[in-house]
């Protein structure tokens, strides 16, 4: 983003719209407002206290500027005002953008720090579980058999229901005949 970028983003969020009555009421002080409308304006100051008391403050407020001598700046200070704005708003010196790249380059080194911190500590962990695998006992010729007849072991509550070959015999006949057996 660049500066001005930014300094317009900053002047749109300073900038607050004005009162349309306090706008009203300075035009009308001013006596730039039309017949009907100042009208209406000495209607309203008559009805509204906080209204009358905003336009009795500016009436001494004006009266008080028109009692103060016109100022008169020199030539001098109008040059050195000119020259501390361009001083302010030119970009960044080589010495602080020296700052700010070292700033970069540490945070960058953190970070990369940081990453390969998490990568060995990934590492570590990564070896100790196979560490662990090998570690790991060798199954059984009894434990082989019984994942080779899981199936049938996940089956055994219901296999239990049945009473004997015969019912099975006759469950297989059953349902090529469509009718059901009990147990």
Known sequence: MSPAESESETDD????????RLTRLVAYLDGELPAEESELMEQELAAEPTLRKAADSLDRTWQMLAALEEAAASGEFTRKTIAS??????????????????????????????TLL???????????GLALAGNAPTPSSQDEQLLQNLDLLLDYQNMR???????????????KTGTETQP
Not at 118 to 128: E, K, P
Not at 161 to 175: G, H, K, M, N, T
Request: aromatic share 4%; no cysteine.
């Open 85 to 114: 704005i361009r001083t302010v708003s030119t970009p960044d010196t080589p010495q602080s953008q020296l700052g700010q790249s070292r700033s970069r380059i540490r945070s960058l080194l953190a970070n990369t720090l940081l």
């Open 161 to 175: 229901q049945i009473p004997d070959a015969r019912f099975l015999q006759q469950l297989a006949q059953d349902e």
């Open 13 to 20: 969020a300073d900038h607050v719209e004005p009162d349309p």
């Open 118 to 128: 998490w990568t060995a500590a990934g590492f570590a962990g990564g070896a100790a």
